[in-house]
């Protein structure tokens, strides 16, 4: 990092989990955060799907700056076997985090940053890049503003940009225009999404977690309403190709999120439809009419599209990024969790190397480090943090990234 930079706050993009896992760690360390925060609240893509229960426990979740943090504020650690949901994890971590003395002044509530760049740099030019500070420009009710900054942690998760339930990654034909049938994510199909789904046939599309937490759900809400029909759609030939995990699931609560759809497929309460490709979804007399190939499926009046996330990359683009074509992970993480070859949900450790791109100072950590990958968990995001943290600042951190443009000088054009 250039000299002239040092005094510069260190930028972080969400205030989820790992946003503010980085503050603390920042804090620690010495260095001076901002943080900016698109929701109304600290962990606001949470709030969004509160009602799911998380199969990774408390002591996956917290992180060791963060509790050291809150333990001067008497903070009454939860038990570190239990599961919280997402509301849990709000109540009992995420938001005392955020008010806490030493956080707290330095977190921008309904914020949005909307582009980094580098200040007098647009995306082609080199010269004095490197020593140039980044500059982000940020947009609250106040109005639109630009901040300049050493260093930037986008860590500004996935949730709001969701993979469309089209085969080819782009909208099914038809889909745009049905969206007010169609819910993105996990649903409160118990809670405040309830009226929605009584009594009405509802299709799941996915082979995920989220996918057996939605089905759970719609058959809870069938036992007490007989007009219901729970449909399910995946890719795959077959669903036992989806549900199995291996029985030594170092996470117990997920394989037995799994186990138990495995009994509700027994016991016939849900609809399968294997080999799914979605390409067309037309409204007809009130109902979705959902077409694979040549093949239709029965009407259905709601579609739930559990089919993952996908990063939002428009921010980052006058940054000189290095991401992965497939998973738009960084590159040097990419094979570690690339979905098409591995299918458990266990990464190596990784630190700066993986995590690092031809923009010195630009890191992308928790779950939209991942990309389109969907195996994160928050307990790697943080050893993320620790590893990128401990690095700013110091030489090695240039030198990695300047790696790149070694590699990159090796297939310079020669003609
Ligand atoms: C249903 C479900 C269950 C899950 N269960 C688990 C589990 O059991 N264990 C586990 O480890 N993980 C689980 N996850 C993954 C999980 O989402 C994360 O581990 C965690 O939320 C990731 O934290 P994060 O800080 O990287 O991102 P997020 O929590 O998504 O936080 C990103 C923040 O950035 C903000 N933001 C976005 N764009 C901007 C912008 N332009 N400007 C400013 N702010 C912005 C958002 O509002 C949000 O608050 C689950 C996910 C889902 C959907």
Redesign the pocket.
């Known amino acids: 990092m250039h000299d002239q930079l040092t005094h510069l706050p260190v930028a972080i993009?969400?205030?989820?989990?790992?946003?503010?896992s980085a503050a603390a760690q920042l804090l620690k360390r010495g260095f001076t955060p901002i943080l900016?925060?698109?929701?109304n609240q600290?962990?606001?893509?949470?709030a969004r799907?509160g009602h799911?229960r998380?199969?990774?426990p408390w002591s996956?979740?917290i992180d060791d700056a963060a509790a050291t943090l809150l333990k001067q504020q008497n903070w009454p650690q939860p038990a570190a076997h239990e599961?919280p949901t997402?509301s849990e994890l709000l109540e009992q971590y995420v938001t005392p985090l955020a008010a806490h003395p030493e956080i707290n002044p330095h977190l921008h509530l309904n914020?949005?940053?909307?582009y980094v760049s580098r200040l007098n740099h647009d995306l082609l030019r080199t010269e004095g890049r490197d020593q140039a500070p980044f500059v982000l420009r940020?947009s609250s009710p106040e109005g639109e503003q630009d901040i300049i900054a050493q260093a930037v942690i986008d860590?500004?998760?996935?949730?709001?940009t969701p993979n469309w339930l089209g085969t080819h990654g782009v909208p099914a034909l038809g889909e745009s225009e049905s969206t007010e049938a169609i819910a993105y994510?996990?649903p409160n199909i118990l809670g405040s999404a309830r009226a929605q789904y009584i009594n009405r046939s509802v299709l799941v599309v996915g082979g995920g977690?989220?996918a057996f937490?939605a089905l759970q759900d719609l058959v809870k809400l069938a036992d007490e309403h007989q007009d219901m029909r729970v449909l399910w759609g995946v890719r795959s030939t077959s669903v036992t190709n989806v549900v199995r995990s291996p029985e030594n699931d170092e996470l117990q609560?997920r394989r037995r999120l799994e186990v138990r759809i495995q009994k509700l497929l027994e016991q016939g309460r849900i609809e399968v439809f294997t080999e799914l490709e979605i390409d067309t979804i037309q409204r007809k007399n009130g109902k979705l009419m959902v077409q694979s190939g040549s093949k239709a499926l029965p009407p259905v009046d709601r579609i739930i599209a559990a089919t993952g996330?996908r990063p939002?990359l428009n921010?980052l683009a006058e940054l000189r990024t290095s991401l992965d074509p497939a998973t738009q992970s960084p590159i040097r993480l990419a094979p570690l969790i690339d979905p098409n070859l591995h299918s458990c949900g266990s990464v190596p450790e990784h630190g700066l190397a993986e995590l690092s791109h031809p923009e010195p100072g630009l890191f992308i950590?928790?779950?939209?480090s991942y990309g389109r990958a969907p195996t994160?968990?928050?307990?790697t995001?943080y050893k993320q943090v620790a590893a990128v943290v401990s690095a700013l600042g110091t030489p090695e951190a240039l030198t990695i990234s300047q790696t790149f443009t070694a590699a990159s000088a090796v297939t310079t054009c020669q003609g």
């Open positions: 993009i969400g205030a989820g989990p790992i946003g503010l900016f925060e698109a929701g600290a962990g606001a893509n949470i799907w799911v998380m199969f990774s996956y979740n599961f997402g914020t949005q940053v909307q940020v860590a500004s998760g996935t949730y709001q994510g996990v977690h989220s937490n609560e996330f939002n921010l950590l928790g779950i939209k994160f968990l928050l307990r995001g």
